[in-house]
């Protein structure tokens, strides 16, 4: 497979701020900037391959490549975190965001292992990421390049008989490691020389799966994973603002774990399935991103609890009609004074929306097909540790339609998003107010596409 994905902007629009405490939206208006056009430039490769029968065991390898490129747009006043005082004031500069990644995923799936129905599913994960970037006005290094190395292997038996219960269980050693030169932070943070250096990383994972068959129509399930993660590397190198800091040693580099147990139950009939789920996700030194006042975001490693629901069901009326209906709700607190416990909302920036969705699904002939669907966005408060709300969601509803035809030897799909033309600011606005983002929705919007299979 072979992708390459390219977009440019024309650099003749400068956006205009809004004002969110007037209810004035950004927009923008025709102009120059000086710097580079916005751009992103994505180039992605891969090659599967997969063998039934090798050694009495399924094969499959993946080899993959991507090379990720992206100048962010001049912004038409200084960022304050830009500002160098060698080059001036009111500095207008621009990054660019470059990285690399090379890997493969090797698995073997082993059935009948030791016994039937035993089946053992193992193999390799590697995983090679360079990335960097830099303000392409000045020259300067925003983030120094980083060279992230990671191999996982990992094994699962899995246990599904005709018995009612089907068991899985697994392990997953990870083993990371990350190089960074010397380097000098921006001018912003105080030009903090941090020295380099090549930290290692190791962690085993354990997971834990099983599923009961109540009846033949009704199974319960319950699971338990342990995750393995980086930080964002780049934020957290490119915002060190105190002195005498090294990569060997800085902690907010150190691998967010994080534990996840998810129970629930699940219906599937002739007529209707039906699936309720609730989840946990904790981490005792999780990630949350936060915006400053230039709009730049910074990383905080903090303790964190995440828990949600998640509810699905989907109606066959008839042979013709089908109604869906999907719920998700979730809440995140965060350790905002690092005493051990969490005591603040989690934000917009870090966490979804509660949201609800409708739909219906109709074949009106055997080559005519259309879907309508409502979306909710509920209301959210965010409180801090004192109780007082800091950040207002105010939600929204929209309909869209699309319609498949069968036609000219493939499908045609033609939409309309937003069909009531629901003028709103959007989740990522509100969650994080900021006078030069603060965007609203897409209004009503048509769209129309062809698709051929050879």
Request: no cysteine.
């Amino acid at each position: 497979m072979f992708n390459r994905y390219q977009i440019e902007g024309k650099n003749d629009w400068i956006s205009v701020p809004g004002d969110v405490d007037a209810d004035i939206p950004s927009s923008a208006e025709k102009g120059t900037i000086n710097g580079d056009a916005a751009q992103n430039k994505v180039t992605t490769m891969s090659l599967n391959y997969s063998k039934q029968d090798f050694f009495s065991q399924r094969l499959s390898v993946q080899l993959f490549r991507q090379d990720f490129a992206a100048t962010y747009g001049a912004e038409a006043t200084p960022l304050a975190t830009f500002q160098d005082p060698a080059y001036g004031p009111d500095l207008i500069d621009q990054s660019q965001n470059n990285s690399e990644k090379t890997g493969m995923k090797i698995t073997l799936v082993k059935e009948n292992f030791v016994f039937e129905p035993l089946s053992l599913v193992y193999g390799l994960d590697l995983l090679e990421d360079e990335t960097w970037q830099a303000l392409i006005q000045t020259g300067r290094a925003w983030v120094p390049p980083t060279k992230y190395r990671n191999y996982a292997p990992y094994a699962q038996l899995e246990y599904a008989g005709d018995s009612p219960l089907s068991v899985s269980a697994g392990i997953r050693y990870e083993k990371s490691k990350l190089e960074v030169d010397d380097f000098t932070t921006l001018a912003s943070y105080g030009s903090q020389f941090v020295a380099g250096g090549k930290p290692e990383f190791s962690q085993t994972l354990y997971n834990l799966g099983a599923t009961y068959r109540l009846t033949g129509d009704w199974r319960t399930f319950a699971n338990y994973s342990e995750a393995f993660s980086m930080p964002d590397v780049g934020r957290v190198l490119r915002g060190i603002n105190v002195p005498g800091q090294s990569v060997e040693t800085f902690l907010d580099l150190k691998p967010i774990l994080t534990e996840n147990t998810e129970i629930g139950l699940e219906y599937g009939g002739d007529l209707v399935q039906a699936q309720l789920a609730y989840y946990t996700s904790d981490s005792d030194f999780g990630q949350r991103l936060q915006r400053g006042d230039d709009g730049i975001y910074t990383v905080k490693r903090e303790k964190t609890e995440v828990d949600g629901i998640e509810f699905r069901i989907n109606y066959l009326a008839t042979a013709a009609d089908k109604l869906g209906l999907r719920f998700a709700s979730s809440d995140g607190r965060y350790d905002s004074n690092q005493d051990g416990r969490v005591d603040s909302d989690l934000g917009g920036t870090n966490i979804a929306p509660n949201r609800v969705n409708a739909s219906w699904d109709r074949d009106w002939t055997d080559t005519l097909s259309t879907r309508l669907q409502v979306n909710h966005l509920f209301d959210r408060d965010v409180d801090n540790a004192q109780g007082e709300v800091v950040n207002e969601f105010d939600g929204y509803t929209t309909v869209d339609l699309s319609a498949n035809v069968e036609a000219f030897s493939g499908v045609v799909t033609l939409g309309i998003q937003n069909l009531t033309n629901t003028d709103y600011y959007t989740y990522y606005s509100q969650s994080s107010p900021n006078d030069k983002r603060n965007f609203k929705g897409i209004g009503r919007t048509f769209s129309a596409s062809y698709q051929i299979n050879f």
